[in-house]
């Protein structure tokens, strides 16, 4: 294991009672000092997986290892994990100076060291003089702050955070991103954040795992999971999205809307069945004559930034554009797009496939 890696799980499952498996057999690494996201919908496994590096819960089969140390069984005091909760979990009837101070009471710390990594904490987290202040007089934003204080000022080697978010709202939820993911670039240690919020994963995370029903879809960097979905699951899920299904005719060639395409992808069997997948903003409107798609609008949205169009090809395919230029409802239009906006999927596969198959066609390429 590379000493980059703070937590590893092998082949980890977590049941409760008889019923289906709420992690199905996951493996994962992750390395320190980054934000991790786990992203995916209600009853994925995501909070599950938080729970079990906290240790509020132990796996059913497999294994956790912390700093290359097996912690299946350890107890929750005894990891140097602290987590952040949905509803931040502050003691109301305690100021924020002893709310922060609280975990380093229990360690019977000197007062005079208390008070010095209180005020550092607060420091970090811009609420230098709210030492005093009552809980029930900060604000949603201040409360979060001080749930992030609490969890710092242990000095822990990983901060996990619960949707600790939700309960924002939009222009404040969004200030609080960006002074979240500062804060972990000034501190320097690892974040793993859960969210159901696709936006929020993409904007905040070096590293982000989608799962679905117990298991991790794919993983990779924001533009990874965005510009190259592993499946229908996560191009669906991230952003928005036009998925038709299409013919892969040979390498670099695919066939859908009942017209063929040059594009960038490979590795394919010929004549196999894919789905393609075009983001609404790189398709382009453009003349009739012109566009390698002709489309009737359906419907037109403004977004501010934006016009959000839907329209229909000849085959009853459904094409969601994002552009500045605007469109009539019922005009007929041309949709123009390049090679590389095309991104192809191989029906259903998984991140472990995809991975098989991009070695073997390189391989492949290589003795050609």
């Known amino acids: 294991m590379s000493k980059d890696v703070i937590i590893r799980f092998e082949n980890v499952t977590k049941q409760y009672d008889d019923g289906p498996a709420v992690l199905d057999d996951v493996s994962f690494e992750i390395e320190r000092g980054k934000f991790y996201t786990l992203l995916g919908p209600s009853g994925c496994g ?3 997986i938080l729970r079990l590096i906290a240790g509020f819960t132990e ?10 140390q097996k912690i299946n069984s350890v107890p929750a005091n005894k990891r140097q994990v602290n987590t952040v909760f949905q509803d931040y ?10 709310n922060v101070a609280f975990g380093l009471r229990i360690k019977k710390m000197k ?20 030492e005093n202040r009552e809980i029930r007089e900060m ?6 702050r001080v749930a992030i204080a609490r969890a710092i000022v242990n000095e822990p080697e990983v901060i996990l955070l619960d949707e600790p978010l939700s309960a924002l709202d939009l222009k404040l939820r969004t200030e609080m991103q960006y002074e979240l993911r500062e804060l972990q670039r000034r501190l ?13 994963a993409l904007a905040m995370s070096d ?12 993983s990779g960097t924001p533009k990874d999971i965005y510009d190259e979905p592993i499946n229908r699951f996560v191009a669906d899920f991230i952003g928005e999205s036009n998925i038709v299904p299409g013919k892969m005719i040979a390498d670099c ?11 960038v992808d490979k590795g394919f069997e010929p004549n196999e069945h894919v789905d393609i997948v075009i983001r609404p903003e790189d398709l382009e409107i453009t003349s009739v004559e012109r566009g390698k798609l002709q489309v009737r609008v359906d419907s037109l949205l403004f977004r501010g930034v934006h016009y959000e169009i839907c329209c229909y090809d000849q085959d009853g395919n459904e094409w969601l554009v994002h552009s500045t230029k605007k469109a009539e409802v019922g005009e007929k239009i041309g949709l123009y797009f390049d090679p590389e906006a095309i991104h192809v999927m191989r029906l259903n596969e998984t991140e472990e496939e995809y991975d098989r198959r991009l070695e073997a066609y390189s391989e492949v390429s290589d003795e050609k």
């Open 46 to 48: 995501k909070t599950t």
């Open 59 to 68: 796996p059913t089969k497999g294994a956790i290892y912390f700093n290359g």
């Open 89 to 98: 979990a502050l003691f109301p009837h305690l100021n924020v100076f002893e």
């Open 111 to 130: 007062n005079a060291d208390i008070k010095e990594k209180v005020a550092e904490a607060l420091r970090f987290v811009n609420l230098e003089g709210y």
């Open 139 to 144: 604000s949603g934003g201040q409360r979060q």
């Open 188 to 200: 320097g240690i690892t974040f793993i954040f859960v969210t159901h919020d696709q936006e929020e």
């Open 207 to 218: 590293m982000i795992f989608v799962l679905n029903k117990g298991k991790i879809q794919q």
């Open 253 to 263: 060639l695919v066939e859908f809307a009942g017209k063929r395409f040059e594009c």
